[in-house]
């Protein structure tokens, strides 16, 4: 290896380090006592969540109003070009996505302690129909095979006609390895004969120390590391083009970042929403593929 390869891999073997260093610091804050990590825990703020809230509020409007009066999937809001792009995209069987916003791009000012990420996506199922989608995303005790190994566990725990109340375990591994459980409400409604959409909120969402192990057990909801403290969900369905156009909104809040570590950390935290988004609707995309004759 010649000196200037030694210095590169020198230099790159120290940002790693340094990377390192900083998500320890981040998620296991040392002890000043005894130099020992600890886990970090991060209380969910009444105001940070009253902020939450009012953004859900609004989102929650604007779907409304585009059930009523505008396009009922988000890429025929765009240009003319950029959406004969998505729909090329589609047509590849490729996952598209937009950001809506994040962190301090979201318009409440209140958001202090926590960040919202609001993303979008669009996938196409050729050869799909309406109620094949459906049938995947209902089929909730099935979820932990479509899904894996972001969902270990699924289950319906009751359900009143299009109302489900559900389970999962969601575990997510990026440098740390972070388990939820968390239960939602999910209601489903038919547009027409080639539309529908449903709505989903997480009612409770919590930490789990130890997962599997024999000291697992939750963390108190909102006095937790702050990796996901709540989570709203809007999925639409439209057959049409010989296939199903399945459209997925998730908007999300957590913890918010250090300042000084924005600029290192940010785009750690704050991939793993769109990561999410993008698997989720790749996997629904498979799932109901594999099922289609």
């Known amino acids: ?6 210095q590169v891999t020198c230099l790159a073997d120290r940002g790693a380090l340094v990377l390192a260093a900083c998500l320890l610091f981040l998620v296991f804050p040392f002890n000043s006592r005894t130099s ?3 886990p970090a825990r991060y ?6 969540l009253r902020a939450f809230q009012s953004y859900v509020a609004e989102r929650d409007a604007r779907a409304q109003n585009s059930l009523t009066a505008g396009n009922f999937l988000w890429v025929d809001d765009l240009g003319k070009k950029e959406r004969k792009e998505a729909y090329a995209q589609l047509q590849r069987g490729e ?54 190994p972001d969902v270990q566990q699924s289950r319906i725990e009751s359900r009143e006609g299009n109302h489900y109340q559900i389970f999962y ?26 539309k529908a959409h449903s709505r989903s909120t997480a009612l409770r969402i919590a930490e789990v120390d130890d997962p599997g192990g ?10 937790d590391n702050g990796f996901l403290w709540r989570m709203e969900t809007w999925w639409r369905m439209e057959e049409k083009d010989g296939g199903v156009y399945v459209q997925n909104e998730v908007v999300s809040l957590t913890r918010d970042i250090p300042t000084g570590l924005i600029w290192l950390i940010g785009p750690f935290i704050t991939s793993i929403p769109e990561e999410s988004l993008e698997f989720t609707l790749a996997a629904t995309r498979k799932a109901v593929l594999v099922m289609t004759p």
């Open 1 to 6: 290896m010649s000196e200037k390869q030694r």
């Open 36 to 38: 020992a990590p600890r």
């Open 43 to 48: 209380s969910l703020k009444a105001n940070t």
């Open 95 to 148: 996952v598209v996505l937009r950001r809506v916003a994040m962190g301090a791009e979201s318009p409440n000012n209140e958001l202090s302690g926590g960040m919202i990420h609001d993303w979008r996506g669009i996938v196409f199922i050729p050869g799909a129909k309406l109620n094949e989608v459906l049938q995947v995303l209902k089929d909730y005790n099935h979820h932990s095979s479509y899904y894996a």
């Open 169 to 194: 375990r969601f575990r997510r591994t990026k440098v740390v390895t972070v388990v939820l459980n968390s239960e939602h409400g999910v209601d489903y409604f038919r547009d027409s004969t080639t």
């Open 214 to 223: 024999p000291k697992e057990k939750e963390k108190q909801p909102g006095d």
